[in-house]
């Protein structure tokens, strides 16, 4: 295999934590809202909490991110 091509499959690779990030946002979001409908007096104290949740997910999708370009330009 060639290299390049190699450098190419590793960079597609390590973008599906994109998606992967993207995925963990909506399922919190949704979860939140879920219950926040069921019982509105928490939702306030329970909104920080998501915001965190939502925070850490879209670190490790940028994370993937920076893998995915230093792959494909560094290495």
């Known amino acids: ?3 390049v ?3 190419y499959i590793g ?3 390590a973008s599906i ?3 992967g990030a993207a995925i963990g946002v909506g399922l919190i979001f949704g979860n939140f809202l879920s219950g926040a409908l069921r ?3 928490a939702s306030d104290a329970q909104f ?3 915001f965190i949740g939502a925070a850490l997910a879209e670190g490790l ?3 993937a991110f920076v893998v ?3 792959l494909l330009f560094v290495l």
């Open 39 to 41: 019982n509105p007096s």
């Open 17 to 19: 934590g994109m998606g």
């Open 68 to 70: 995915a370009l230093l």
């Open 61 to 63: 999708g940028i994370f």
């Open 5 to 7: 091509s190699a450098k």
């Open 11 to 13: 960079a597609g690779l």
């Open 1 to 3: 295999m060639d290299p």
């Open 48 to 50: 920080g909490r998501a």
